[in-house]
């Protein structure tokens, strides 16, 4: 029972360390998913970058709301068994879970198995990523690759050089063009 206890603190200071704060989908009030979902094995080459182009969320009870809304538009109009995306980043600064780690997500076509979703909530065409939301999600990228998720050598991709698509938006598209694993394809 020690041994447990002392891991869940050893597991509880990594996160602190990267200065993560993620919101679990039991916090924000996630559905259950309609249907068994696919397992995503560790060691992803890729980590794909999206926009929800809905709305920008700045605290998180606003945020919460959002992560409800996309869930039910990805379950009930899509027709997907869950929200698409890993994790998602709102504008509060704080990463929500989606489909969470080593869960495949519905997030780019062709590279769903291939690759981690993080979607920044909020239209980027529009909006400009928050300070906080880089820092958030650069120190998500840190703690995937620690966990073995993503290799180190990773490549990092906007949702538009994988589809067509305007997603992340011009302004998300232009931070992480600036950023370490960031290629073109």
Not at 26 to 52: C, F, Q, R
Not at 59 to 73: D, R
Not at 145 to 161: D, E, F, N, P
């Amino acid at each position: 029972m020690k041994f447990f206890f002392g891991l869940l603190a050893v597991l509880f200071c990594a996160d602190a360390a990267f200065g993560l704060t993620i919101i679990s989908r039991k916090e924000w009030g996630a559905a259950p998913a309609k249907n068994a979902l696919d397992k995503l094995a560790n060691g992803k080459s890729y980590v794909i970058i999206h926009h929800t182009a809905g709305v920008f969320c700045t605290t998180k009870s606003a945020c919460i709301t959002q992560m409800q809304n996309i869930q039910s538009y990805h379950q009930k109009t899509q027709g997907w068994a869950d929200i698409g995306y890993n994790f998602l980043i709102g504008g509060d600064g704080n990463i929500y879970e989606g489909r969470g780690w080593n869960v495949v997500g519905v997030h780019a076509s062709g590279y769903n198995s291939l690759s981690l979703g993080i979607s920044f909530m909020g239209n980027y065409n529009n909006d400009k990523p928050t300070a906080a939301q880089i820092k958030a999600a650069k120190n998500l990228l840190t703690e995937a690759v620690s966990r073995g998720q993503i290799i180190a050598k990773y490549t990092l991709y906007g949702h538009r050089q994988v589809s067509a698509t305007e997603c992340p938006g011009t302004n998300l598209w232009n931070e992480i063009k600036t950023w370490a694993n960031w290629k073109t394809k």
